[in-house]
Each structure stands twice: as C-alpha cells, then as structure tokens.
C-alpha cells in the first residue's frame, strides 16, 4: 500500500514528506512501546504510535521504515519534525485514535508486520 | 584482521531526547562506506538498544563501532551499577526501568535479548557497581 493511499485512508495530514508519498509499505506495526517495535516490525512497515518524541523517529530510521503515522492528532515538536527530515522519513499525522487506525488501515488490505515476510 | 574503519561517541546519560544519535550517526556513516542494507539493519537495531541501555540504566557511557573486512564490532562500555544476574536480565520482559521510562517508548525487558538476536556474537561483561562492557559483532 502506497503512503499516499494511508494518508487517504486516515484524513491525515502530510506534516513531512510530500515527496514520499508514492512510496509502498507492505505492513503496518503499531505501538507507543518502540522497543517492541524495534523486536517485532519489519523494514518497509508503517510505524502506527501515539508516542510523540524524537525516539519514535529514530526507531523507525533504525528499521528501515519509511513513514510513521501519529496517531490521535498529537502535536508534534519541531525537533521531531527536523528529524524526519533529517532521516528522510515521511510523517502523518491522524486524528483517529489507535484502535481506529489500525482498524481502517487493516480493513483496506494492509497486513500487520507479523503476517508479511519479505 | 584488518581493521579498515573505527568510530567513537561519547553517549550523554542525562538527556533522554537526544539517546539514539551515536547509532544514527553510526547507520549514516555505514551507508556512506557501502555496507549492505541487512547488515546495517542488525547493527543499527543491536546498537540503538544497547546505547538506549546505557542512558537509561547507567547514567551514559561510551560507544566505539569498529568495521572490518568481514566483520563490525560495537563495544558500548559504562560506569553504571552493573547487571546483577545476567541471565535473568537476558529474558524477554525483565525490565527493572521505571515506569517513566517505560512512558517515554522503552523499558519493555526486550532491549538485550533483541540485541542478541540480531548479532552473531553478544558478550556482557558486568561487575556490580563498577559498570558495564557489552561487545557485539556482526559477520558479513
Ligand atoms: N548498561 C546497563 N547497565 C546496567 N543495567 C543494565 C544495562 N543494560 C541492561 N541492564 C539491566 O538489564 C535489564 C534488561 O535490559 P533490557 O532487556 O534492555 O530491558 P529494558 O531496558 O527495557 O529494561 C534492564 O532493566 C536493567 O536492569
Ligand atoms: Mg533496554
């Protein structure tokens, strides 16, 4: 599933790389824990998270994941957002709630990272 | 063996937001020296655990990544209290991280059996209220 078809999905806003959006993601890993995330997500996977500090960014550029969905329309700080560029990782932001999000997200087609193999 | 390239960072202890930045700066340099994508996806995720662990259990430390022909080595060394029962601390899900931490994204007990996971070689060298030496090596 292409960013650009999550971003429509979820009504997000694009908070960071427009340019990104043509991307493909083949599964989704959502989590506020990112050590989980960091056992358990696959590379090309969306990070789904409610968890709003440079880390989440971090986490998802140690796996090779190429965008992170905030969930629940977080506020992002602007040292968040210098990262993601920076990492060149593209960055929505929702304001569905976690539950929700992953229930759109699965409902369209979009497997979790445990359900893929590549 | 010959060691073609070294790096070293010092990991600040006392501030959590910037906790990560010696394994980014590390996956930054490997992709500049041509390493494969797989390769750098172990060390990074090994690394980041590892340099997390030093911020939040021992107040910081130091990190040295060695690359050599076959093989990259990271040895995070601190001063912290020391691991009292290692294998109790390699379980998945021990944790003794406060649950401020655990709010902060960390401290769900997975960080060392990760990192074994991904390397081919983990060694704890631990003694209590001395510190910490974790070496991992990832061949290629
Ligand atoms: N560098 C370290 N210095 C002291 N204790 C550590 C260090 N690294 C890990 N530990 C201990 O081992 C436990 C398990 O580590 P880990 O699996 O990374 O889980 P977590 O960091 O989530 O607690 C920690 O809770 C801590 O008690
Ligand atoms: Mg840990």
Same mark, same amino acid.
């Given at each position: 599933m292409k960013i650009s078809e999550i971003k429509e999905i979820l009504d997000?806003?694009?908070?960071?790389?427009q340019e990104f959006l043509n991307r493909e993601t083949t599964s989704a890993f959502g989590s506020d824990m990112m050590s989980d995330v960091l056992a358990f997500a696959r590379e090309k996977s969306v990070l789904l998270t409610g968890l709003v500090n440079p880390q989440a960014i971090r986490t998802a550029l140690m796996l090779d994941m190429p965008c992170v969905v905030f969930v629940r329309a977080k506020k992002l700080t602007d040292e968040v957002v210098a990262l993601a560029k920076e990492s060149g990782i593209a960055v929505l932001s929702t304001k569905f709630r976690m539950f929700e999000t992953c229930g759109k997200l699965y409902a369209k087609g979009l497997k979790g990272s445990g359900e893929v193999n590549d | 063996m010959t060691e073609t390239v070294k790096f070293h960072f010092t990991v600040d202890g006392e501030n959590f937001t910037m906790a990560g930045q010696a394994s980014v700066a590390v996956k930054k340099n490997l992709r500049q020296l041509g390493i494969s994508p797989e390769i750098i996806r172990r060390v990074s995720i090994a690394m980041y655990e590892g340099e997390i662990n030093m911020v939040i259990h021992a107040g910081g430390g130091e990190a040295d990544v060695f690359v050599y022909e076959n093989m990259i080595e990271i040895v995070l060394t601190d001063n912290g209290?020391?691991? =009292?029962?290692v294998e109790l601390a390699m379980q998945e899900g021990f944790s003794t991280a406060p649950d401020q931490i655990r709010s902060l994204?960390?401290? =769900?007990?997975?960080g060392l059996p990760n990192m074994k996971k991904h390397t081919d070689f983990m060694g704890i060298d631990t003694k209590l209220g001395k510190g910490t030496k974790i070496t991992m090596r990832v061949n290629f």
């Open positions: 997000a806003e694009v908070i960071f790389g | 209290p020391g691991i =009292a029962n994204g960390f401290g =769900a007990g997975m």
